[in-house]
Each structure stands twice: as structure tokens, then as C-alpha cells.
């Protein structure tokens, strides 16, 4: 009873604990339930942050994108600002230079046109036919004067004025002042004028003081326009001689400076223009000459240099024929109309001073970049691009290498650049022979062949001929004597029979019988590899002499046939040398028919 009476108390016990614990688990449920009402306010919290996040995110993205369009506006609008800018400044600065021209220059744009009146011949007709008072023409000229006094023009334009009222000693006077001034530019001036009027002899005159006056380092672009009027004898055969003599003095002014350069030993002009001959030798192409290349071995490269420089007395005359078709000299053309002292007259008229120059330059430099709207890189490569590389003066001996060698640069007629020719013919004839020389140096006296293994020599003379056939015959010996040397060698080779049958007898006395299975069979196949083997070596010896007879044969054959194309080749090699060497004859004597006539 009292263990009844403990257990039902222990129970008692435990169920009010249980009671206990279920009464602190329904208090607990209700906290968690409050937990859960609050976490459930809490996500909707988040939820609305969440989306008011993304709101301002959508702001913050708008903002910049309007942030990137206003900037992209504010550096439109700097980089507008700054051509603007530009363009202001351009204009200020091209209406400040304009106003300059005006007040600087504007006179010499009337004595330039009165100047252009005074020295056409219909002029010349009327003050002589007294249509105009030479006393307006003496005014006008006086007016000039005193208006530009530092012009050449205006003295020049007093010459031909006094030349029209017959006052020599004024004329002298006015001359010499123009002269002063400009001596170049006023020399060549009254040379046109007075080849325009009729007097040659006095053209001519004045043409030798301007050639003087000249510096043959910076010929400028007019110098072709008088050089064409020259040579097309619009000047007369005193004008045209006297330059002639200037270009040979420029000439050889030119070569000692390149002496001075280059310090060689002979320097006689011919290496002045070696290079451009050079330049037009026939080069040996690959198909050419195959078997010889391959016969000749490291001579080849000797052979070849030597070769290609024999060509060039040829092939020079051909250009030179195909570039004068009329010859050195030409034909005896009527005298031209005129009209390249005409261009010369009216570009030296117009041509504009150092000054002038200058402030045009400026000027348009403006004008670029107002037109590019304010770009001043666009506007610089425009009036890179305008200026043209023709606008820079060249070296006299640029211009004769232009004339003669690259046509298209130089714009010159038939007639001046066959006074180039001329003036630079010496020099080309001595830099063919100096070529030719160096040809003949590299043309030995004797070449050697080589044929499988065999080598002959031949002469490179064309008159002494070579007859094939010795040769053939020793190379067809020495390859007959080689195959025999090594048709003897074809013999039993007795320690590989030996050294076979002892590996055989081995493997199949000893260990075919004691193995099975794979390494069996491995055996036997040994054994019988090696009774093959002997039977081989034994019985195959006529079949391998015979093979190697049989590629004898093929080589006889094939080296018979390279030898012949070979021998045919270096003929028709050394020929074709020699006879290009001979074109040098032809050449100088092309260049040298003024000599005879």
C-alpha cells in the first residue's frame, strides 16, 4: 500500500508538472504568435523599403542619365565655343591683315596691270603709230615710281617707258635701279621684254646676267617656265647658248660638291648617275637559266651581278630612245609662237615679294580656318594640301635627274629636257663605261661546271667554242667508273650470314622447344626471319648489282642531259654578256651625233 501511496504521489507529481510545462508552452505560443504578428509588420516594412529603394534607384538613373546628356551638351557646347572662338579671332585677324594688304600693297596691283600693258606688243604699235602720247606713258610710270619706290616693277616699267620715248640714258638709269633692287628678277624681265620686242641680241644679254645671278641650289618653279622658253629658242641661238654654258658650269659645280660628299678617288661625274643607270639593268629572272644556276654552284651571284650590269648600256639606250624618240638633239623645229616667254612674263609680273608673300600666307592660313568652321587640324591639313609639293625650289642637279629620269615630276617640254640631256651626257656616258667596267671585272676568264660530282671547266669567251661532246664522254666515263665501283661492292656479307644463322640455330635448337604458347610462336617467326636472311644475303647479290646498274644508267642519263642544257645555257649565257657589253659602242655613240654633225 505504500508503494501504491509513493507511486500514485510521483504521478501526481509529474502531472502537475505537466500541467506546469503545457501552461508555460500556451504562454509561449502567444509570444510566438505576437513574434509572428511583428515579423509579419516587419516584411511588409521591408517590402515597402524595398520598393521605395527600387523607386530611388529609377531616380538616381534618371539622374545620371540627364547628368551624361548635360555634359555631353556642356563639352558640345565648349568645343563650339572654342571654334567659335576661333573663328572670331580668325576673322579679327584676317580683316586686320586685309586692311594691311590694302594699305601696303595695293599700289603694286596697278603697277602690275600697267606694267602688263606696257610690254604687250599691241602697246609697243600704238606709241609707235603715236595712238598714245608718250608723255602719259612717261607720267604713268613716273607715278609708280613715286608711289612704290622700293618695287623693282616700278623702275623696270620706267625702262620700258623711256625705251618708248627713245631716252637711253634714262632707260640705263631706270635698269640699273631695278637691278639694284632685284637684280634676278629685273635682269630676267627685261631679257622677256626684249625678246618680245624683237631684239634677241640684247634678250640674249640680259639672259646671261639673270643665269648668272641665279643660285643653281634653289631654282625656283619659274626657272622651268624660262628654261622651256629657252630651249624652244624663243629667246634666239645666242639665249639658248648661253644657257647651255651655264648648266654645263652648274653641272660641274654640282659634281665637285658631290666629290667633296662622297671623297672617292676618280671622281669624273660618271658616279653622280651610276645609280640611276643601275637602276635600269635587266635583272635575271627565275625561270632563266635554271641549269647553269644549279651547274654553277657559289659562282652564281658573281656571275649574275656581273650579268645584269653588262644590260645596262641597253637598257639605257632604250630608255633614252623610248624618253627622246627624236634623239639627243631633236629635229629642227620652227620657233614656237612665243608663248612660254609669255607665260614666263606673266608669271614673273605676278609674282608676289618676299613681304607680300608672307602676309598672303598668313592670310589664307586664316581663311582655312574660317572655313573649316574653327578646326584649326583640318584647317592646317587643307593648307598643307593647297600648298603643293612644287611650290619648294629644287637643286639644279634635281631638276636634271627630274628631267631626264622622272619626267612626270618636272614640267618641262621635249626641248628643255633635252638641254638636260645634254648638259648631264658626259657624266652618263662615264658612269656606262664605269658600269660596263665593273661588268667586265666581274667576268672571269673561266667557269667550272659540276655534274654529279664531276667538274669541268669551260672558257666565257663566245668566240672560242666548246664541243660537247669530250665532255660528255669524260662525264659519261666517270659516272660509268663509279657505278662499276660500286656494283663491285655489292658482296656476300659473310658475318651477317654468320651472326643469322647462329641467332636462328640458337633460337630454334633452344628455345622454340622449351616455350609454348605466344613466346612460341614468337620464336619460330625469329627463326625463320633469320633463315630469310641468309637466303637473302646468299642469292640477292645479282639483283642488287643489277639495281644498282640500273640507277647508274639513270644517272648517266640524267647528267648527260643536265651537262648538254648546261653547256647550251652558259653559251647563250656569255653571248648575251658580251653582246650587251658591245651596246656601249651604240650608246655613245647615240649621245655624241652633235659631236659629229
Given at each position: 500500500?505504500?508503494?501504491?501511496?509513493?507511486?500514485?504521489?510521483?504521478?501526481h507529481?509529474?502531472?502537475?508538472?505537466?500541467?506546469?510545462?503545457?501552461k508555460?508552452?500556451?504562454?509561449?505560443?502567444?509570444?510566438?504568435?505576437?513574434?509572428?504578428?511583428?515579423?509579419?509588420?516587419?516584411?511588409?516594412?521591408?517590402?515597402?523599403?524595398r520598393?521605395?529603394?527600387?523607386?530611388?534607384?529609377?531616380?538616381?538613373?534618371?539622374?545620371?542619365?540627364?547628368?551624361?546628356?548635360?555634359?555631353?551638351?556642356?563639352?558640345?557646347?565648349?568645343?563650339?565655343?572654342?571654334?567659335?572662338?576661333?573663328?572670331?579671332?580668325?576673322?579679327?585677324?584676317?580683316?586686320?591683315?586685309?586692311?594691311?594688304?590694302?594699305?601696303?600693297?595695293?599700289?603694286?596691283?596697278?603697277?602690275?596691270?600697267?606694267?602688263?600693258?606696257?610690254?604687250?606688243?599691241?602697246?609697243?604699235?600704238?606709241?609707235?603709230?603715236?595712238?598714245?602720247?608718250?608723255?602719259?606713258?612717261?607720267?604713268?610710270?613716273?607715278?609708280?615710281?613715286?608711289?612704290?619706290?622700293?618695287?623693282?616693277?616700278?623702275?623696270?616699267?620706267?625702262?620700258?617707258a623711256?625705251?618708248?620715248?627713245?631716252?637711253?640714258?634714262?632707260?640705263?638709269?631706270?635698269?640699273?635701279?631695278?637691278?639694284?633692287?632685284?637684280?634676278?628678277?629685273?635682269?630676267?624681265?627685261?631679257?622677256?621684254?626684249?625678246?618680245?620686242?624683237?631684239?634677241?641680241?640684247?634678250?640674249?644679254?640680259?639672259?646671261?646676267?639673270?643665269?648668272?645671278?641665279?643660285?643653281?641650289?634653289?631654282?625656283?618653279?619659274?626657272?622651268?617656265?624660262?628654261?622651256?622658253?629657252?630651249?624652244s629658242?624663243?629667246?634666239?641661238?645666242?639665249?639658248?647658248?648661253?644657257?647651255?654654258?651655264?648648266?654645263?658650269r652648274?653641272?660641274?659645280?654640282?659634281?665637285?660638291?658631290?666629290s667633296?660628299?662622297?671623297?672617292?678617288?676618280?671622281?669624273?661625274?660618271?658616279?653622280?648617275w651610276?645609280?640611276?643607270?643601275?637602276?635600269?639593268?635587266?635583272?635575271?629572272?627565275?625561270?632563266?637559266?635554271?641549269?647553269?644556276?644549279?651547274t654553277?654552284?657559289?659562282?652564281?651571284?658573281?656571275?649574275?651581278?656581273?650579268?645584269?650590269?653588262?644590260?645596262?648600256?641597253?637598257?639605257?639606250?632604250?630608255?633614252?630612245r623610248?624618253?627622246?624618240?627624236?634623239?639627243?638633239?631633236?629635229?629642227?623645229?620652227?620657233?614656237?609662237?612665243?608663248?612660254?616667254?609669255?607665260?614666263?612674263?606673266?608669271?614673273?609680273?605676278?609674282?608676289?615679294?618676299?613681304?607680300?608673300?608672307?602676309?598672303?600666307?598668313?592670310?589664307?592660313?586664316?581663311?582655312?580656318?574660317?572655313?573649316?568652321?574653327?578646326?584649326?587640324?583640318?584647317?592646317?591639313?587643307?593648307?598643307?594640301?593647297?600648298?603643293?609639293?612644287?611650290?619648294?625650289?629644287?637643286?639644279?642637279?634635281?631638276?636634271?635627274?627630274q628631267?631626264?629620269?622622272?619626267?612626270?615630276?618636272?614640267?618641262?617640254?621635249?626641248?628643255?629636257r633635252?638641254?638636260?640631256?645634254?648638259?648631264?651626257?658626259?657624266?652618263?656616258?662615264?658612269?656606262?663605261?664605269?658600269?660596263?667596267?665593273?661588268?667586265?671585272?666581274?667576268?672571269?676568264?673561266?667557269?667550272?661546271?659540276?655534274?654529279?660530282?664531276?667538274?669541268?671547266?669551260?672558257?666565257?669567251?663566245?668566240?672560242?667554242?666548246?664541243?660537247?661532246?669530250?665532255?660528255?664522254?669524260?662525264?659519261?666515263?666517270?659516272?660509268?667508273?663509279?657505278?662499276?665501283?660500286?656494283?663491285?661492292?655489292?658482296?656476300?656479307?659473310?658475318p651477317?650470314?654468320?651472326?643469322?644463322?647462329?641467332?636462328?640455330?640458337?633460337?630454334?635448337?633452344?628455345?622454340?622447344?622449351?616455350v609454348?604458347?605466344a613466346?612460341?610462336?614468337?620464336s619460330?617467326?625469329?627463326?625463320?626471319?633469320?633463315?630469310?636472311?641468309?637466303?637473302?644475303?646468299?642469292?640477292?647479290?645479282?639483283?642488287?648489282?643489277?639495281?644498282?646498274?640500273?640507277?647508274?644508267?639513270?644517272?648517266?642519263?640524267?647528267?648527260?642531259?643536265?651537262?648538254?642544257?648546261?653547256?647550251?645555257?652558259?653559251?647563250?649565257?656569255?653571248?648575251?654578256?658580251?653582246?650587251?657589253m658591245?651596246?656601249?659602242?651604240?650608246?655613245?655613240?647615240?649621245?655624241?651625233?652633235r659631236?659629229?654633225n
Amino acid at each position: 500500500m505504500e508503494d501504491r501511496l509513493e507511486t500514485d504521489s510521483a504521478l501526481h507529481q509529474l502531472s502537475e508538472r505537466l500541467e506546469d510545462i503545457g501552461k508555460g508552452q500556451a504562454r509561449h505560443e502567444g509570444k510566438l504568435d505576437g513574434f509572428e504578428d511583428e515579423l509579419h509588420g516587419v516584411r511588409a516594412d521591408v517590402i515597402g523599403l524595398r520598393s521605395e529603394v527600387t523607386g530611388v534607384r529609377q531616380e538616381v538613373s534618371g539622374l545620371e542619365s540627364a547628368i551624361t546628356d548635360t555634359r555631353q551638351i556642356l563639352d558640345t557646347f565648349i568645343e563650339q565655343y572654342g571654334r567659335d572662338r576661333e573663328v572670331a579671332k580668325a576673322q579679327a585677324e584676317l580683316s586686320r591683315l586685309t586692311t594691311e594688304w590694302h594699305a601696303d600693297f595695293a599700289q603694286r596691283k596697278h603697277t602690275r596691270a600697267l606694267t602688263r600693258g606696257l610690254v604687250h606688243t599691241l602697246t609697243a604699235h600704238a606709241v609707235y603709230r603715236n595712238v598714245v602720247n608718250t608723255a602719259t606713258v612717261r607720267a604713268c610710270t613716273e607715278e609708280r615710281m613715286l608711289l612704290e619706290p622700293t618695287y623693282w616693277l616700278a623702275p623696270a616699267a620706267m625702262a620700258v617707258a623711256a625705251k618708248f620715248r627713245n631716252e637711253d640714258e634714262r632707260g640705263e638709269r631706270a635698269r640699273a635701279h631695278a637691278c639694284m633692287l632685284d637684280s634676278a628678277k629685273a635682269n630676267l624681265f627685261f631679257s622677256l621684254t626684249c625678246s618680245r620686242f624683237g631684239d634677241e641680241s640684247e634678250a640674249a644679254s640680259w639672259m646671261d646676267l639673270y643665269l648668272q645671278s641665279l643660285d643653281p641650289d634653289e631654282l625656283g618653279q619659274d626657272f622651268f617656265v624660262v628654261l622651256d622658253a629657252i630651249a624652244s629658242k624663243e629667246l634666239g641661238d645666242e639665249a639658248l647658248g648661253y644657257t647651255q654654258q651655264a648648266m654645263a658650269r652648274w653641272n660641274r659645280s654640282g659634281l665637285r660638291s658631290s666629290s667633296d660628299v662622297y671623297a672617292t678617288a676618280d671622281m669624273s661625274g660618271g658616279e653622280q648617275w651610276e645609280a640611276r643607270l643601275q637602276n635600269l639593268r635587266q635583272r635575271v629572272a627565275k625561270n632563266e637559266y635554271t641549269v647553269l644556276r644549279k651547274t654553277c654552284g657559289v659562282q652564281w651571284d658573281t656571275l649574275r651581278r656581273g650579268w645584269e650590269l653588262a644590260t645596262v648600256p641597253g637598257r639605257t639606250l632604250a630608255y633614252l630612245r623610248r624618253m627622246f624618240p627624236d634623239g639627243p638633239d631633236g629635229v629642227d623645229w620652227p620657233i614656237n609662237d612665243g608663248s612660254h616667254v609669255d607665260s614666263a612674263l606673266e608669271r614673273l609680273i605676278n609674282q608676289l615679294e618676299p613681304d607680300e608673300a608672307d602676309l598672303r600666307e598668313k592670310m589664307r592660313r586664316l581663311e582655312r580656318v574660317i572655313e573649316h568652321g574653327g578646326d584649326l587640324e583640318a584647317a592646317k591639313q587643307a593648307h598643307e594640301s593647297s600648298i603643293g609639293p612644287n611650290a619648294e625650289p629644287v637643286t639644279f642637279m634635281v631638276l636634271l635627274d627630274q628631267a631626264v629620269f622622272e619626267p612626270d615630276e618636272a614640267p618641262l617640254g621635249p626641248p628643255a629636257r633635252r638641254m638636260a640631256l645634254q648638259a648631264i651626257w658626259p657624266s652618263l656616258e662615264h658612269a656606262a663605261n664605269r658600269v660596263v667596267a665593273d661588268a667586265r671585272h666581274h667576268l672571269p676568264r673561266r667557269i667550272t661546271l659540276s655534274v654529279a660530282g664531276w667538274s669541268c671547266t669551260v672558257p666565257t669567251d663566245s668566240q672560242l667554242l666548246v664541243e660537247p661532246d669530250p665532255l660528255v664522254n669524260e662525264l659519261t666515263a666517270h659516272i660509268e667508273q663509279q657505278t662499276q665501283v660500286q656494283s663491285d661492292a655489292v658482296v656476300r656479307r659473310w658475318p651477317r650470314v654468320c651472326c643469322a644463322l647462329a641467332i636462328g640455330g640458337f633460337t630454334g635448337s633452344l628455345v622454340v622447344p622449351f616455350v609454348d604458347g605466344a613466346r612460341q610462336g614468337l620464336s619460330l617467326l625469329l627463326t625463320l626471319g633469320m633463315v630469310s636472311w641468309v637466303a637473302w644475303e646468299i642469292w640477292s647479290v645479282p639483283l642488287r648489282k643489277k639495281h644498282v646498274n640500273e640507277q647508274g644508267d639513270q644517272l648517266r642519263n640524267e647528267s648527260v642531259a643536265t651537262l648538254a642544257k648546261a653547256l647550251a645555257q652558259c653559251e647563250d649565257f656569255f653571248e648575251e654578256w658580251h653582246e650587251a657589253m658591245d651596246q656601249l659602242a651604240t650608246l655613245t655613240l647615240w649621245g655624241g651625233r652633235r659631236n659629229q654633225n
